[in-house]
């Protein structure tokens, strides 16, 4: 699958930024997704998954309650609504796909990933 992510941009701290992931195929549905971010001079690291249905879904501590994942099978997309927007939220943002189920929350669980989309806010 080929994983295109959008949205990106410049925000002030406290703001919202929602971002999208299109995937190409047929068989979106048979994949869960996940979102990572990587910060400059920072590893890559999780931010949020989502199963196969949409029915499941996990965060890392950090984005708890200000961020939501969702999916849309039928428009091959799946988002990330980001809210209450912080400084240290300010990363490459990619989106991931594996075929398995589950939605682990480990990079090298995830087979495809997007080019990323830059998330940047000020303080």
């Known amino acids: 699958v080929q994983l295109q992510a959008s949205g990106g941009g410049l925000v002030q701290a406290g703001g919202s930024l929602r971002l999208s992931c299109a995937a190409s195929g047929r068989t979106f549905s048979s994949y869960s997704m996940g979102w990572f971010r990587q910060a400059p001079g920072k590893e890559r690291e999780f931010v949020s998954a989502?199963?196969?249905?949409?029915?499941?879904?996990v965060y890392a501590d950090s984005v708890k309650g200000r961020f939501t994942i969702s999916r849309d099978n039928a428009k091959n997309t799946v988002y990330l609504q980001m809210n209450s927007l912080k400084p240290e939220d300010t990363a490459v943002y990619y989106c991931a796909a594996r075929v398995d189920s589950g939605y682990p929350r480990f990079a090298t669980s995830y087979e495809s990933w997007g080019q990323g989309t830059q998330v940047t806010v000020s303080s």
């Open positions: 989502i199963d196969r249905s949409g029915s499941g879904t």
